[in-house]
């Protein structure tokens, strides 16, 4: 079964930086995306940055872009999540996520696999 775990989270002062990674197994698909998306408490899941595993074309979400730079290393399944310049409000659970599509979506719900999450926390 398709197995994702998460790790790298932690507490951070403003303005520092972490990297989250997502460890991805059991699956032989050829066309996936990967996305990070982060929920603060009592709000929605938030998309905050995508990857299509087969071509690396990136997109972010807007209150990210230019401080978040998601990546992949292929030979060892893994997803990447540098972030930097981090705030108060990306404090969240950042969760990876994996979907079969062609089109690389925003929405959580097109999301059919997802890992346990990670927290992150950002003092000021």
């Known amino acids: 079964q398709v197995r994702l775990v998460e790790s790298g989270g932690g507490l951070v002062q403003a303005g520092g930086s972490l990297r989250l990674s997502c460890a991805a197994s059991?699956?032989?698909?050829?066309?996936?995306?990967m996305g990070w998306f982060r929920q603060a408490s009592e709000k929605e899941r938030e998309f905050v940055a995508g990857i299509k595993w087969r071509s690396g074309y990136t997109y972010y979400g807007d209150s990210v872009k230019g401080r978040f730079t998601i990546s992949r290393d292929n030979a060892k399944n893994t997803v990447y999540l540098q972030m930097n310049s981090l705030k108060p409000e990306d404090t969240a659970v950042y969760y990876c996520a994996l979907e079969q599509s062609l089109v690389l979506h925003t929405s959580p719900d097109a999301y059919e696999y997802w890992g346990q999450g990670t927290q992150v926390t950002v003092s000021s």
């Open positions: 059991g699956h032989t698909f050829s066309s996936y995306n």
